[in-house]
């Protein structure tokens, strides 16, 4: 069984950081890329960014790029997603969530995803 369990959300002020962690199990996690998707009360479920099974190849949503970084460890089955720079349109439930194969996915429906971490960016 696929299981994915993110944590490290949490209250931040505007500009802040956070790291989100992705601890997974049930699967071959060499071999899959994973993503990260949000909900927000803005745009509903967006995907955020994606990285390939080695970890080689990154994407990023443009409400994000140049302020999150997506990586993995394939040691420890895990994928992170720094935040930085944040605004209040980054408050949402942040999930991490397992590709169909080795390449990038942007998608947000029919793929499985964690219980998710919430993010609230706030002064």
């Known amino acids: 069984e696929v299981q994915l369990v993110e944590s490290g959300g949490g209250l931040v002020q505007p500009g802040g950081s956070l790291r989100l962690s992705c601890a997974t199990s049930?699967?071959?996690?060499?071999?899959?890329?994973m993503s990260w998707v949000r909900q927000t009360p803005e745009k509903g479920l967006e995907w955020v960014s994606g990285?390939?099974?080695?970890?080689?190849?990154?994407a990023y949503a443009k409400s994000v790029e140049g302020r999150f970084t997506v990586s993995r460890d394939n040691s420890k089955n895990a994928v992170y997603l720094e935040l930085n720079h944040l605004k209040n349109q980054d408050t949402g439930m942040y999930y991490c969530?397992?590709?169909?194969?080795?390449?990038?996915?942007?998608?947000?429906?029919?793929?499985?995803r964690g219980q998710g971490t919430q993010v609230t960016v706030s002064s």
């Open positions: 969530a397992k590709a169909t194969s080795r390449r990038v996915l942007r998608a947000t429906a029919g793929i499985p």
């Open positions: 049930g699967f071959n996690f060499n071999i899959y890329a």
């Open positions: 990285i390939d099974a080695d970890g080689g190849y990154t």
